[in-house]
């Protein structure tokens, strides 16, 4: 029970921002990520390293739980990325404060727009800062898959954005 707690100590923080990221609703939010970790100490017996990172593990069961949650809701809601990540910092001028709002509501519009898969892997990537293998086991893609996903999301985003 301990080693549970080191793991729930150790990734509740990312697993929930990243849930929170996909549902929405901090309730729900906080729910299936207790759900992620209920089911970690169920199937933690039968765990075996593999190679793959438990981490990896950790958000493919995340995965899945989004996906059951969204069927039965009917919805895919993205939260506000000021909401997903605390990114006020002590010190900020107003004007700074503002100006950063503005550009992340204008990222979380173009983001929304993306196609599904192409934004589960930016949120993976870019959110909640996984790298490549990690999403790949996460979706259950090739790399190369994702490295596809996210170029195409990315040069989606930039044409949105008005990026060069």
Known sequence: MEAAGELYDRHNQ???RYV????????SAEDLTGEVFSRMVAKLPDYRTTGVPFRAWLYRIAHNLIVDHQRKQGSHVL???????????????????VERQLTLERIQRALETL?????EVVVLRF???LPLQDVA?????TVASVKSLQYR???ALRALLGVA
């Open 14 to 16: 990312h697993i929930f």
């Open 20 to 27: 929170w990221s996909r549902v929405g609703d901090q309730r």
């Open 79 to 97: 939260v506000p990325l000021n909401r997903a990540e605390d990114l006020y910092e002590e010190g900020n001028n107003p004007a700074s404060v």
């Open 115 to 119: 196609d599904p898969s192409q934004q």
């Open 127 to 129: 959110l909640v800062g």
């Open 137 to 141: 086991l996460t979706l259950d893609k």
């Open 153 to 155: 999301g990315l040069i």
